[in-house]
């Protein structure tokens, strides 16, 4: 009945029935035909069915007839381990399903425009974090062109984009966070921070930060200026990084364009102001973009969850198209 070892090792990962093995441990446990057919509520030659069958893939005897049931012969004890680590490993796998589609336990790569771009993020995070401690968040910086080619290359499950910048396509699930317009910000401590109104030549006269002109948020400035016939700033710092425009605004003294989030959320947001001048600018979309064709997974909802607990707007959309409007 015995089987050349590397024969075994060939079949039994191919041929091992997963209910003879569960018939093999309940005839262990009990030492019984008999009572292991009560048990899994089936009938005692079901049972000696089961093991036969697994004798047979096996080729060596399991267990030998006693007096009072059965009794595993030196094979079934040394196969009783594994079959009991198998069972254990299941029952572990299930326990941290579980945990995973609870978003008790598991990885999210989020991507992200620099920080503080959108940064209500890190306040999202911090709360997802402390209400599921034993997660992982990686959460990737770039352009907007580059989180959508880290979209499709599946690097990360979700990115969150202002759609007034981009245009994710018809592939991409994009789920309404919440609107917010275009405003100018100052220094809490500017000048023209305490002016109840303020006219766009008072403001042209400042200095200014500005993004490059190849960025996506520089070029909505420019639309928006350009459809309520306003001249662009003349500014005197080009910088791409949002760390280096709020440090300008902060420590300079210098205006620059930004969004209400970015008055909200930001650090050291104590220390900035909207300045009373209104551009005619559309509201702008923000949005959780995701493939379509995966489904998102219980943290990337917890997280978006989070984000719209903080703007306000708990109520759960897909956007039905994914073009912006074109201002």
Request: proline share 6%; charged share 25%.
């Amino acid at each position: 009945m015995e089987l050349p070892d590397d024969t075994l090792i060939r079949r039994l990962p191919r041929h091992l029935k997963m209910s003879e093995l569960r018939v093999f441990v309940a005839v262990l446990e009990h030492r019984s035909f008999r009572k292991a057919a009560a048990v899994l509520h089936l009938t005692q030659p079901a049972v000696t069915k089961a093991i036969a069958g697994l004798e047979a893939m096996l080729g060596v005897h399991l267990f030998d007839r006693a007096s009072h049931g059965v009794v595993p012969t030196a094979h079934g004890l040394t196969f009783a381990p594994r079959a009991l680590a198998i069972f254990d490993e299941l029952r572990r796998a299930a326990q941290d399903l579980a945990l995973v589609t609870r978003g008790e336990r598991g990885t999210l790569r989020v991507g992200i425009l620099p920080m503080p771009a959108i940064p209500f993020l890190p306040v999202a995070v911090r709360q997802l974090a402390d209400a599921r401690p034993n997660i992982f968040v990686t959460v990737v910086e770039a352009r907007e062109t580059e989180l959508m080619e880290r979209l499709h290359k599946r690097d990360i499950e979700v990115a969150i984009l202002r759609l007034a910048l981009i245009d994710p396509g018809d592939d991409m699930r994009v789920d309404r966070l919440f609107d917010e317009r275009l405003c100018v910000v100052a220094a809490r401590e500017h000048r023209l921070a305490a002016r109840p109104r303020l006219t766009w030549a008072q403001l042209l006269r400042e200095r200014w930060v500005m993004p490059p002109a190849d960025c996506f948020f520089y070029e909505h400035v420019l639309r928006t200026l350009d459809r309520a016939g306003l001249q662009m700033p003349s500014h005197v710092i080009e910088a791409f990084s949002i760390h280096v425009q709020f440090g300008m605004v902060l420590h300079a003294g210098m205006l620059s364009f930004g969004m209400r989030s970015q008055v909200e959320f930001a650090p050291g947001k104590e220390f900035l102001v909207r300045l009373p001048f209104e551009l005619a600018s559309p509201e702008s979309l923000v949005a959780a973009v995701s493939l379509r064709s995966h489904a998102p997974s219980p943290l990337a909802k917890q997280l978006v969850e989070h984000i719209r607990g903080l703007a306000g707007t708990t109520q759960s959309r897909e956007v039905t198209t994914a073009r912006p409007q074109v201002d």
